[in-house]
């Protein structure tokens, strides 16, 4: 049977392989479009960002500073879009 020290020594090693195999992965991105029209973005988060034509659209013209307005909602319901990206 293992000692306590051993075990320990072993945990550390573990940890630091771990470390390791995180710093090799690379988060890669992807894009896919849907039969609809819309763009999944894959590797920025947990879950795919999808958005659909008009939500770039409007994602991009605040990125530009083409849009003069303050926050806008695409639909009046739900999250906002700040033109502070």
């Known amino acids: 049977m293992s000692s306590v020290k051993d ?6 090693e573990l940890k630091k392989q771990l470390e390791v195999e995180k710093q090799k992965k690379t988060t ?3 894009f896919k479009v849907s039969p609809k029209g819309a763009v999944s973005v894959y590797g920025l988060q947990r879950f795919p960002v999808t958005l659909y034509k008009s939500q770039w ?4 013209e605040q990125h ?4 003069s307005g303050g926050a806008k909602s695409t639909r009046g319901k739900g999250p906002c879009v700040s033109n502070k990206l």
């Open 64 to 67: 530009n500073g083409n849009n």
């Open 7 to 12: 075990l320990q020594a072993q945990v550390e």
């Open 28 to 30: 890669k991105i992807s």
């Open 57 to 60: 659209r409007l994602l991009l």
